[in-house]
């Protein structure tokens, strides 16, 4: 049987349409296609995968962006098969539901640690373990924040696998006793295996909704409308971060507990 290296050069290709050679040191995460087209047209870059789960587009600075899409599934998929390039920095731009009266729409999100409640991440470490970011990535993304003139908030988010869970009472009251400042599908679930898999990783949210409030449910309207308010900054902020780091060469280690 081929070792696991050989597997995630095998399918990483095959996941994203990109051949090996193509992906660069500096992988920007997303599950917004439109972000792809955003960043293609920018660098005049070609999008592969097309036909495939995933898409992938890498610019001259040696920056790809990967539509990898929805959930912690393919969230820990797309962790696993970075190991065949091992980049030297992932981060995750995703949107997320703001918890707490101080978090608005529109408001970036740098996550301090994120709460493990969506279960793929137990197949990687047990429970115990935190999901935690690379902080000397958070540290760059902070700065090209500040340099754009947007403010961030940091907290703990919470994430899960339950997409449709507002109307879930017991739910509800679980989450707020656990005073996350925002949810989402992914971020534990990348930092967790990004761990496992000793990749420096980060993540990047972007606030899309307030869901515990009575108007504050995402629909289709309201999220097209922040993504017409705030997706070109979020997108370029993760580039400009991406591009400090090269420019940099600065390494950030791994440690392990």
Sequence with gaps: MPDRLAIARDWLPRYTGMPLDRFGDFILLTNFYGYVESFAEEFDAPIHGLDRPMQAVTNRQGVT????????????????????????GVLFLGKCGGLKQSTEIG?????????????????YFPPQVPALPSFKLHKLVSEKILDRG???????????NRR????????????????????????????????ANEIARGALLLVS????????????????????????????????????????????????Y
Excluded at 150 to 160: K, L, S
Excluded at 169 to 181: A, C, H
């Design 65 to 88: 962006l990967i539509n990898f899409g929805i959930g912690t599934a393919n969230a820990a998929t797309i962790m696993d098969l970075l190991i065949a390039r091992h980049p030297r």
């Design 107 to 123: 408001h970036f999100i740098l996550p301090i640690a994120a709460i493990r409640g969506e279960g793929t991440s137990d197949g």
């Design 150 to 160: 947007h403010d961030y908030r940091t907290g703990v988010v919470y994430t899960t």
């Design 164 to 195: 449709m869970w507002e109307h879930d009472e017991q739910f509800v009251r679980r989450l707020e006793g656990m005073t996350p400042i925002a949810v989402d599908m992914e971020t534990a679930t990348l930092f967790i295996v990004g761990h």
């Design 209 to 256: 909704d307030l869901p515990l409030t009575p108007t504050g449910i995402k629909t289709e309207a309201s999220d097209r409308e922040v993504t017409s308010r705030w997706a070109r900054d979020h997108l370029a902020i993760g580039i400009e971060a991406m591009q400090a780091l090269e420019i940099s060469g600065e390494p950030i280690k791994h440690f392990r």
